[in-house]
């Protein structure tokens, strides 16, 4: 009896650290003390003749036993695997297992709910129980444990996803480097560095330093087309060193966008993965679930339309196992393609993601954006536009050669290029501060995703010590283990998703 009552104390004193379980009461409410753990009571104690009545059904379920009523005889039955205990209100005499027990007062019903007296939970346990009436505090203490009882308690082991992976091993940065080696874009921009730097030097040595005889011209018709001729140098040549310094900034861009597509691909294949085996643990059960309602169907202790509505929620999930396949598919192709190898390939992921909460005060955060816009290639590729136009204002010739390209029509066009030099500098400072906020509420939620984990092991441990118990069924445990992983699969998703909005803020220009 003495080691029943300690697994009926390691439920309660699981199931009180579950705070979604714990409802609350009033400040005056009694509170109940099960080895030194505090849990309030709906049902206030009441005294009579002496002897200390408490609820029955709410004093019985908080230690794990399993309550009914019998609408035939009027007994109430409390059972657990080695114990029942029958009362009847209005009578003293209770059994225990078949045996009588005379009790100093009748249980009796007071405003709905059935009362026993206090010594009798003492009687039924073999646990030391007090009432502490000054104080409101019903202490209900069980022995200590002997060392046997030590030996038998063992570190629960809770369910974990495990994700199959088959082929070759491939780590991210092995992956970005075959994207980077083999992007067509990459490439592209490659080419245009190129083409920019040969028109850069052709550009630096056209530039005109001396004036040229003009045989037919006036002394200063000659020297105003030698300056024409210097002018379109010059203005040749800020132009390629632009095209150079635009494609350098154009290869980085390219760059961070293959590495954050490469990340993408591998989030989002874990997040499959995990979907994917999460779904197969759902269809155990759902498939447990079935087997059980055909068979109370077939001796008619179930309807043919529940068991109906069974199997079609175990086809829907079936197929929506199947969709899960070919989105997999889908983002293994993606970053195949990315990486250039066969479409077909499969490779194993080597996937770590640790979280880590973002270390950046509100002033850190201002000053982070402010380094942005000197050192984001975005903004840099608008200031140099805007350095462009400032060129070719200031060497600015009228000629009858470019008619239609006026002193105006520059001055404009320098206008324009610092309003969208402007603009991008407010939208990316916006940008970032909007990331930076959504990193903060996805940290807040991570907090309650560990919670609700944290809540669905304790739950697990009242099932588990239950089965044990023989309690509740091998279905019920199970549904409790997949509580766990669903949590798990929770859990993980939000760090992926902190992780790739870090990883944005760390490069704003991708936002």
């Known amino acids: 009896m003495r080691k029943h009552i300690k697994k009926i104390a390691s439920i309660t004193l699981a199931s009180l650290l579950i705070s979604s379980s714990v409802p609350l009461y009033a400040a005056q409410a009694t509170t109940l003390q099960i080895n030194g753990i505090s849990r309030s009571l709906k049902v206030a104690p009441i005294v009579e003749d002496g002897t200390t009545l408490v609820g029955l059904r709410e004093i019985f379920e908080i230690l794990g036993v399993t309550v009914n ?9 409390a059972k657990t695997t080695d114990m029942e205990l029958t009362l009847i209100p209005g009578t003293k005499t209770a059994k225990i297992n078949g045996a009588p027990v005379e009790l100093s007062t009748a249980p009796k019903q007071v405003g709905g709910n059935i009362m026993i007296p206090l ?23 069980t022995a200590p444990q002997t060392a046997t009882e030590k030996q038998e308690i ?18 991210y940065e092995e992956a970005v480097a075959k994207a980077l080696k083999n992007s067509l874009a990459l490439k592209s921009i490659e080419e245009s560095i190129k083409i920019a730097e040969e028109s850069l030097k052709h550009a630096r040595s056209s530039i005109v330093t001396y004036r040229p005889e003009v045989n037919d011209y006036t002394k200063e018709v000659s020297y105003y087309v030698a300056d024409i001729g210097t002018i379109s140098s010059l203005l040749a040549l800020t132009q390629a060193d632009y095209g150079v310094t635009a494609a350098q900034y154009q290869k980085e861009i390219q760059e961070g966008v293959i590495k954050y597509q490469v990340k993408s691909a591998f989030d989002s294949i874990q997040k499959n993965k995990m979907d994917m085996e999460l779904l197969n ?9 079935l087997d059980v309602i055909t068979q109370k169907a077939n001796l008619g202790l179930e309807s043919d339309f529940n068991k109906t509505k069974e199997e079609q929620n175990f086809k829907e999930q079936q197929k929506q196992l199947e969709s899960l396949k070919k989105s997999l598919d889908n983002e293994y192709i993606k970053l195949n393609r ?16 640790n979280f880590t909460p973002l270390e950046m005060s509100e002033n850190e955060l201002d000053a982070y954006i402010e380094r942005a816009m000197t050192t984001d290639p975005s903004i840099i590729l608008k200031e140099e536009a805007v350095k462009q136009a400032e060129y070719n204002l200031h060497l600015h010739v009228s000629s ?30 916006d940008k970032i501060r909007t990331t930076y906020n959504q990193i903060k509420q996805i940290e807040e939620q991570y907090q309650v995703d560990t919670s609700n984990l944290q809540q669905a092991k304790e739950q697990y441990n009242i099932l588990k010590t239950q089965y044990e118990l023989g309690m ?19 859990q993980e998703k939000t760090a992926i998703q902190h992780a790739q909005l870090v990883y944005l803020l760390n490069n704003p220009y991708l936002l």
């Not at 010594?119 to 203490?141: T, Y």
């Not at 643990?281 to 679930?289: H, I, P, S, V």
């Open 69 to 77: 009523w019998d609408d035939t005889t009027g007994a109430i039955k």
């Open 119 to 141: 010594r009798f939970v003492s009687e039924a346990f073999g646990a030391e129980v007090k009432w502490d009436a000054a104080n409101n505090i019903i202490s209900i203490n």
């Open 154 to 171: 063992k570190q629960i082991e809770y369910p974990t996803l495990n994700i199959a992976e088959e082929g070759s091993k491939i780590t």
């Open 281 to 289: 643990k759902t269809l155990e059960n759902a498939k447990m679930q």
């Open 338 to 353: 990315l990486m250039n190898i066969d479409e077909k390939e499969r490779p194993a992921l080597e996937y770590t993601l």
């Open 400 to 429: 009858q050669y470019n008619p239609a390209d006026s002193y105006a029509v520059k001055e404009s066009k320098l206008k324009q290029a610092r309003m969208d030099a402007t603009q991008a500098k407010n939208e990316l400072r």
């Open 472 to 490: 509740v069924t091998e279905l019920n445990l199970k549904q409790a283990e997949l509580a766990i992983l669903s949590a798990q699969v929770t």
